[in-house]
Every structure is written in C-alpha cells, then in structure tokens.
Antibody, heavy 117, light 107 residues
Framework: QVQLQQWGAGLLKPSETLSLTCAVYGGSFSGYYWTWIRQSPGKGLEWIAEINYSGNRNFNPSLMTRVTTTVDTSKNQFSLKLISVTAADAGIYYC???????????WGPGILVTVSS | DIQMTQSPSSLSASVGDRVTITCRASRDIRSDLGWYQQKPGKAPKRLIYAASTLQSGVPSRFSGSGSGTEFTLTISSLQPEDFATYYCLQHNDSPWTFGQGTRVDIK
C-alpha cells in the first residue's frame, strides 16, 4: 500500500521560503512522477510542479520563477521550495504520485500553510 | 492555459438520485481527464482516469464519459457517503488545470 507522508513549516512570514518534503512508503520510487498541488479558497486546486525519479521537471508557469523541486532517491523523498511567499501562497499543500499516463492517484494528507506577519 | 469549466458549482440531491456533473475544456484534451472526490479535511480521491476508466475499488455507480472538450461524471444512485465535492483535472497540456468543483449536498 503506497503512502505519502509530508512535513514542513506551516507558518511563514511574507518574503520567507516555503519548504516541504514528501516521503514515499510502500511502493517503488522510480517510474513515477511526483507532484505538488495546492488548494486555497480563492484559487481552488492548483497544480504547482512535478518531478520524476531521474530529475525531469515540469512547472506551472505562474509559479516557476519561485519554485524548486528536487528528489532524493536514496530516501524515497521529494521536496518543494517556494521563495518569497505572500498571503496569496497560503493554503493546503499536497504531494502526490502519478504514473506517466494519468492523473495522480496517491496523495499525501496535506499541510496547511499560513502566511502572516 | 486550458480552462476547465465545471457545472453546476453545487447541487442538492437525495439518496438514490442520479447525479450528473459536467466539465468543459477550453480546447481539445482528448481523454486526458480525471475525476476526484474530496471530503472535508481530506485529500482528493481519484474516482476516474482517462475520462472513463473506473479507479480500482471505486463503486460502479460512478462512471465517466466524454472526450475532446466535454466530459461527464455520473453517479447512478447517490449514496449517503457520496455527499462531497467533486473536481475534474486535465493533464493534456501543462499547466494541468482543475475545474472549480461541484459540491453535492443533501436535499
């Protein structure tokens, strides 16, 4: 049974860097795309970025100047960094897994991120 | 970006009702679409992928159809556990985009 467990700081000040990590348990790490998605009342669900096990990346153009995503295949983990956060970046951040031809079918539980001075 | 227009934004229905939710894409996305169910405080759960393929373990009362620009999620007989919010997601072209969601609540 594949499980995704995620962690990171949930309270940030404007201009700080959001840093999240997602660990994958119970399944293969290779052969999949590892995705970050966020959800906010104002924007709904928003796809942020994805990376595969060999490091190939794809970003949402609206965020790509501020986003970095990496994989650590030795730990079966992948990470997201979002620099210069504002109140507009607040929301629930999910990590997820998808196979190459479909939409994500395994999701982490989500982390609530608040941005406040 | 491909815009996904989902309708209705909310609906009220009774147990046993047939429910239909629609997503329209701003351009042809072939069958590159999935449907999700989300309950409060939980991550979305995949119900349908490739527009019409039922996710393993999902009850057969859920079905998806469509291709190109118009897609439908149907719940043939609404059950109490189906009251939730439903989203479509296109993965034909980056950036992937979601519909705005359809909230299904009890009449």
């Amino acid at each position: 049974q594949v499980q995704l467990q995620q962690w990171g700081a949930g309270l940030l000040k404007p201009s700080e860097t959001l840093s999240l990590t997602c660990a994958v348990y119970g399944g293969s790490f290779s052969g999949y795309y590892w995705t970050w998605i966020r959800q906010s009342p104002g924007k709904g669900l928003e796809w942020i970025a994805e990376i595969n096990y060999s490091g190939n990346r794809n970003f949402n153009p609206s965020l790509m100047t501020r986003v970095t995503t990496t994989v650590d295949t030795s730990k079966n983990q992948f990470s997201l960094k979002l620099i210069s956060v504002t109140a507009a970046d607040a929301g629930i951040y999910y990590c997820a897994r998808r196979s190459g031809t479909g939409v994500p079918n395994h999701w982490g539980p989500g982390i609530l991120v608040t941005v406040s001075s | 970006d491909i815009q996904m227009t989902q309708s209705p934004s909310s609906l009220s229905a009774s147990v046993g009702d047939r429910v239909t939710i629609t997503c329209r894409a701003s351009r042809d996305i072939r069958s590159d679409l999935g449907w999700y169910q989300q309950k409060p405080g939980k991550a979305p759960k995949r119900l349908i992928y490739a527009a019409s393929t039922l996710q393993s373990g999902v009850p057969s009362r859920f079905s998806g159809s469509g291709s190109g620009t118009e897609f439908t999620l149907t719940i043939s007989s609404l059950q109490p556990e189906d009251f939730a919010t439903y989203y479509c997601l296109q993965h034909n072209d980056s950036p992937w985009t979601f519909g705005q969601g359809t909230r299904v609540d009890i009449k």
